[in-house]
C-alpha cells in the first residue's frame, strides 16, 4: 500500500505560479510511474503530467511549456511546477502512484484556483 499526501495548492493570479507536492510512503524506486492529475467541475479527470521511475517525463499538450514535473527520491517526493496559470487550469490535482498491473492509489487531492 502506498499513502500519498499532496500540498500546495490555493489561490493565484492568472499569471502567477504554484508548485504541488506529493509525499509517498513508499521509496520510489518502488513505484513505476508517479503522475500528477485534474479535475475540474463537471470534468473527467485528466492526466497533465508523469514522470517514471527512469526519469522519463510526459505533458499533456494543455501544460507544455508551462509546468514541470520533478522528484526528489531521496524525500519521496514528486513536484509540479506550475507557471503561466491560467483561469482555465482551475481544478483539484491529485497525486497518483502507479505500481504496475492494476495496482494504482491516489492522494486527497487539492484544490488550485487562478482567479483575478
Known amino acids: 500500500q502506498v499513502q500519498l499526501v499532496e500540498s500546495g495548492g490555493g489561490l493565484v493570479q492568472p499569471g502567477g505560479s504554484l508548485r504541488l507536492s506529493c509525499t509517498a510512503s513508499?521509496?520510489?524506486?518502488?513505484?513505476?510511474?508517479m503522475a500528477w492529475y485534474r479535475q475540474a467541475l463537471g470534468n473527467p479527470r485528466e492526466k497533465v503530467a508523469e514522470?517514471?521511475?527512469?526519469?522519463?517525463?510526459n505533458y499533456a499538450d494543455s501544460v507544455k511549456g508551462r509546468f514541470t514535473i520533478s522528484s526528489d527520491n531521496a524525500k519521496n517526493t514528486m513536484y509540479l511546477q506550475m507557471n503561466s496559470l491560467k483561469p482555465e487550469d482551475t481544478a483539484v490535482y491529485y497525486c497518483?502512484?502507479?505500481?504496475?498491473?492494476?495496482?494504482?492509489?491516489w492522494g486527497q487531492g487539492t484544490q488550485v484556483t487562478v482567479s483575478s
Open positions: 513508499r521509496n520510489f524506486f518502488s513505484i513505476a510511474r
Open positions: 514522470i517514471t521511475s527512469g526519469g522519463a517525463t
Open positions: 497518483n502512484a502507479y505500481l504496475g498491473g492494476q495496482v494504482t492509489y
